[in-house]
């Protein structure tokens, strides 16, 4: 089993819409979780690190299960430029290094 | 925030030439560096993480006499793929960070073996 797993995708969307990716994590030990962006043959830049309570920003939210070791990214209003591939990442410390799920990918269409 | 650099953002050789990448932190000394590879429609996999000074650790899997890794000063690491093969055609990414804050990645190198 992969340590992070993800919606394979992709994921169509009309601009406006609003969509949701999850992902789970196998290593219970994971203290940091996060959401990276990824653009056709760029690097990955952080989108939002994932807190127990929840947390949101701008049109993004992410919330994080430990009991169930889940963790989501809900999207409104979806832009033409939110699409991208969408990495869900955890890591057992801030000295660990990161692991990365294979990412989803989104199309936002008009 | 933090700005890191690769050098060179590709490369195309022919088998059996060995490679070097470059990563640097531009605006800040990184403790640590992570080299990563992700070849099409896969994640990005780790190959080694790099302290300045020490040597690297390797993932399993990851021949370290293949991909040579040197960290010799805070802003600098490099990756040398040696011999290279048309099978280590892939996305090189490396991150720098600065103890336990946000990992800063650098913006990738395409390597092509023909």
């Known amino acids: 089993r992969k340590e992070v797993e993800q919606d394979p995708g992709p994921f169509n969307v009309p601009e406006g819409a609003t969509v949701a990716f999850n992902c789970t994590y196998s290593n219970s030990a994971s203290q940091s979780f996060f959401w990276y962006r990824q653009d056709c043959r760029k690097e990955p830049k952080l989108l939002m690190s994932?807190?127990?309570s929840g947390n949101e920003d701008g049109r993004f939210t992410a919330q994080l299960n430990r009991a169930s070791q889940y963790i989501s990214l809900l999207i409104r209003d979806s832009k033409l430029s939110d699409s991208a591939t969408y990495l869900c990442v955890v890591s057992r410390s801030g000295n660990t290094p990161l692991v990365f799920g294979k990412g989803t990918r989104l199309s936002v269409i008009a | 925030g933090a700005v890191v650099s690769q050098h060179p953002s590709w490369v195309i050789c022919k088998s059996g030439t060995s490679v070097k990448i470059e990563c640097r932190s531009l605006d800040f000394q990184a403790t640590t560096m992570f080299w990563y590879r992700q070849f099409p429609k896969q994640s990005l996999m780790l190959m080694a993480t790099s302290n300045e000074g020490s040597k690297a650790t390797y993932e399993q899997g990851v021949e370290k006499d293949k991909f040579l890794i040197n960290h010799a000063s805070l802003t600098l690491s490099t990756l040398t793929v040696t011999s290279a093969h048309p099978e280590d055609s892939s996305f090189y990414i490396c991150?720098?960070?600065?103890?336990?804050?946000?990992?800063?990645f650098g913006p990738g190198t395409r390597l092509l073996v023909l």
């Open positions: 994932v807190y127990s």
């Open positions: 991150s720098a960070k600065v103890f336990q804050e946000t990992q800063y």
